[in-house]
């Protein structure tokens, strides 16, 4: 039964940081690409960050969000994924969730739909 918990959320202050994790068990970890994904109250459920299975490529949502501000890594030794957030914008306030890839060593998409388990996410507030 493969389980994702994610922790790390909070209410932190424009400017600040969060760092979130994701521990998995359950599963072969090191054969999965990762992702994060985020939704805001009334909006869809949509792409952060993404990390291969080796942790050797990333992909970030496009510039104007979090790229540049947003790391994603993980440790295969530790099932974990980690999403470090920096100069949080009010506009980054969502429920946090990591998500498995579909299938094993592929690249990993930015469709909710090519990912199969997802954790029960993490609140971050980010205030003004």
């Known amino acids: 039964q493969v389980q994702l918990v994610e922790s790390g959320g909070g209410l932190v202050q424009a400017g600040g940081s969060l760092r979130l994790s994701c521990a998995a068990s359950?599963?072969?970890?090191?054969?999965?690409?990762m992702g994060w994904f985020r939704q805001a109250p009334g909006k869809e459920r949509e792409f952060v960050a993404a990390?291969?299975?080796?942790?050797?490529?990333?992909?970030?949502a496009d510039a104007d969000s979090v790229k540049g501000r947003f790391t994603i890594s993980r440790d295969n030794a530790k099932n974990t994924v980690y999403l470090q957030m920096n100069s949080l914008k009010p506009e980054d306030t969502a429920v946090y969730y990591c998500a498995v890839s579909k299938y094993a060593y592929t690249i990993p998409g930015r469709a909710t739909f090519e990912y199969d388990y997802w954790g029960q996410g993490t609140q971050v507030t980010v205030s003004s």
């Open positions: 359950g599963l072969p970890f090191s054969a999965y690409a």
């Open positions: 990390i291969s299975w080796s942790g050797g490529n990333r992909y970030y």
